[in-house]
């Protein structure tokens, strides 16, 4: 390898009028090497640091980050994914490039989330206090979905966490505003999930899944113990106790509906009309550009949900309603369905799909049964339990020998 030395001595004797040959000859390299030298300007070789080697990660990284925008970060489940995608390097290579990534998503975490005009709601339930009727106390809740661009809000109170009323709260937004966010926030609400499957992706409600597909908004999930992904929708939650429900003393409403009448009003007067604190501009000014931005209504039917409860059938395939128990198909042992009264009818749905529907009990502790819901349900063994043995008892052999056998016996006893 030529060094700086080198090449001095090669410039330095071309300086006192040795020709290339001779240079040649008196230091050993070979004339071309020497010719590309002497051409060069700067006359020394420069030597950088060899680049580095592109790694195996490299060309996955899209697709992590993909999955880490879709909330998956377990590098196993990672890694695991990776493999099926003929990915063919170490599990510590992954891990090194996570461990920055996470850091970097728990410092963005902090900063206000804005969103584009249309692009997204976030929606939350918030405790309001209770409500006492007939003797009975009951817990009062506050709906408010809130546009992410605008900071438009609706709200509305409710005696319950019922799927079927978060649905209709939706709807009344949806008309209230005459058109639908491309995307909607929420908490972790068990209402709208079930958990999340063995790849990380979350299991939604089926029924509240076919109502987001209905509508044509893409619901989302903010990340678990991450309250500033949703920061505008518990402020607004915060703002209906502290402004609405503050400027209510004195004067309760004598019931759930003129709640909702004052609630209703106050969104609209003060909610709806004031400069935000954050925006510093008044709330319907930039509701124009999130109006025009969202998908429109145009007067489409309510989604057409039974408000229905969900159940868990036993492993013995029964499901409890009402105090009584109704079959189902054996096959859905174990799963979460739907049960709701229809008519004179008991009606059990997994997701969309209608399994089962049996008569009303007549009275608490009936027992119902469909006998084709349990046809080749299978009785288990014994493959679990104590290993024993079977013997198959039998009579004594008994060895037949000839008698000749015995007179030799006879006479060598008397010899």
């Known amino acids: 390898m030529f060094r700086g030395k080198d090449v001095e001595e090669i410039q330095e004797l071309k300086r006192e ?10 230091t050993g390299y070979s004339r071309k090497t020497i010719t590309r030298y002497l051409l060069k300007p700067a006359g020394r070789p420069v030597y950088g640091p060899r680049p580095a080697p592109v790694s195996k990660l490299e060309p996955f990284k899209p697709y992590l980050k993909d999955r880490m925008q879709a909330g998956v970060w377990n590098a196993q489940v990672l890694f695991r994914e990776l493999r099926e995608r003929s990915y063919t390097g170490g599990y510590t290579i992954l891990t090194d490039w996570l461990r920055p990534q996470r850091k970097e998503a728990l410092s963005v975490a902090v900063r206000r989330f804005e969103t584009m005009p249309g692009k997204q709601a976030q929606v939350d339930w918030g405790h309001l206090g209770s409500l006492t009727g007939q003797g009975i106390d009951c817990a009062l809740w506050g709906f408010t979905i809130t546009l992410g661009y605008s900071r438009r809000m609706m709200a509305e109170a409710a005696t319950d966490q019922k799927l079927g009323t978060l649905l209709r709260m939706h709807e009344a937004a949806f008309n209230e505003w005459g058109a639908v966010p491309e995307e909607i926030l929420y908490d972790r609400m068990r209402t709208i999930w079930t958990g999340m499957d063995e790849r990380g992706e979350i299991i939604w409600n089926a029924v509240f899944l076919d109502f987001a597909r209905y509508w044509g908004f893409t619901p989302r999930l903010c990340r678990p113990y991450r309250a500033q992904t949703k920061g505008k929708v518990e402020s607004g939650v915060k703002y209906v106790r502290r402004n609405f429900l503050c400027g209510l003393q004195g004067r309760e409403p004598a019931n759930l509906s003129d709640l909702n009448a004052e609630l209703r009003r106050w969104v609209a007067e003060v909610a709806n009309q004031r400069v935000h604190g954050t925006t510093h501009e008044q709330v319907l000014l930039r509701w124009d550009e999130d109006q025009f ?17 969900q159940r868990k ?15 189902v198909p054996w096959q859905y042992a174990g799963k979460e369905v739907w049960v709701r009264d229809h008519g004179r009818y008991v009606e059990v749905r ?50 037949h020998r000839p008698l000749a056998a015995y007179e030799s016996l006879a006479t060598g006893g008397s010899r």
């Open 293 to 309: 931005a969202m998908q429109p209504v145009n007067r489409r039917p309510p989604y057409p949900y039974m408000d229905d409860e």
């Open 17 to 26: 009028g040795l020709n290339i040959r001779a240079i040649s000859r008196l």
């Open 313 to 327: 059938v036993a492993r013995d395939a029964y499901v409890s309603w009402h105090g009584s128990r109704y079959s």
């Open 350 to 399: 997994y997701g969309a799909e209608r399994i089962a529907a049996h008569v009303q009990a007549v009275r608490h502790h009936q027992v119902i049964t469909l006998n084709d819901h349990h046809a080749g349900i299978p009785l288990g063994g014994n493959q679990h339990g104590k290993t024993l043995i079977h013997i198959e008892q039998s009579a004594p052999v008994v060895e």
